[in-house]
């Protein structure tokens, strides 16, 4: 069972201000004795991108930040950068493009390198792209909009370190339900995860998930729906009915293996709000 902790950052987490996200990882990773690695391979800024987490992290007090901007296959090879993610208590992944992060470092040593980590007990967390990238099938790429419909996205392998998830990311700002709705309509075992800009959901080994952050989650739970996804053709719209919608702000716990809120100590599982609804 995977030991370590990952954290998915909806984007646009907040850099200059609290900081709530990126504190949390950096507490998580060690603290004043966090060894973080930043990997930009997504990122069309290149090295700027790491160099600006960097700067973040060592201003929240982490020891070491090795930036790692692998732009090819052999360098996401190379034994030099998997050997930074094996000193590393924690790895961040930022944004930009999902499918470039798992094109070029999918498969490669690099990628071994940081699911060792994470079975040993690292953090893991991925921003917009890199929080899409963390689970085992990942949002590649697709259109937005509240109807689901037919081929309204695709689905890439991701690097698996979420399994049974698939995550979106930018949310609500970005008006991303349909497509959600509309893998999960195509793959009803998977559990979708919508995570606002400035929201990240922190699982642990336990599998529970936390949200920190100014916005939302929502949680799509399509184990028990129907739908007539199969027999759609072209890109028309889809039904898909009897799906398990959650909204979670910060504060709430969900169980992602049981698929169920998780009360706190002393409430009644009406007490709280975050109401379920189909």
Request: zero cysteines; glycine letters at 14%.
């Amino acid at each position: 069972m995977p030991q370590g902790t990952v954290i998915v950052i909806g984007g646009a987490e907040d850099k200059v201000r609290d900081r709530v996200i990126l504190g949390r990882f950096v507490a998580l990773a060690g603290g004043e004795k966090a060894r973080i690695a930043v990997i930009s391979s997504a990122s069309s800024l290149g090295p700027e991108a790491g160099e600006r987490y960097r700067e973040i992290f060592l201003d929240l007090g982490a020891a070491e930040v090795a930036p790692i901007h692998a732009a090819t296959r052999l360098q996401a090879n190379d034994e030099y950068f998997a050997g930074m993610i094996r000193r590393s208590t924690g790895v961040f992944m930022t944004g930009g493009n999902q499918l470039r992060l798992s094109s070029i470092i999918g498969g490669t040593r690099l990628a071994d390198a940081i699911a060792g980590r994470f079975r040993d007990g690292a953090v893991v967390a991925g921003t917009s792209a890199g929080a899409s990238a963390v689970s085992s099938h990942m949002i590649a790429f697709g259109a937005s909009g509240a109807t689901p419909k037919h081929r309204m996205a695709q689905i890439a392998a991701g690097l698996g370190l979420l399994p049974g998830v698939i995550v979106d990311q930018h949310f609500q700002q970005r008006n991303r339900l349909g497509r959600l709705l509309s893998l999960i309509a195509q793959n009803p075992s998977l559990l979708g995860l919508g995570v606002d800009e400035d929201t990240a959901g922190v699982v642990g080994p336990d599998q529970v998930m936390e949200v920190i952050g100014r916005g939302s989650i929502t949680v799509v739970d399509g184990a028990a729906s129907d739908t007539d996804a199969w027999e759609v053709r072209g890109h028309q719209p889809l039904m898909i009915s009897g799906v398990v919608l959650h909204s979670f702000p910060a504060g709430y716990r969900f169980d992602l293996r049981r698929r169920t809120r998780v009360v706190a100590p002393g409430l009644t599982a009406l007490d709280g709000g975050a109401i379920a609804s189909s």
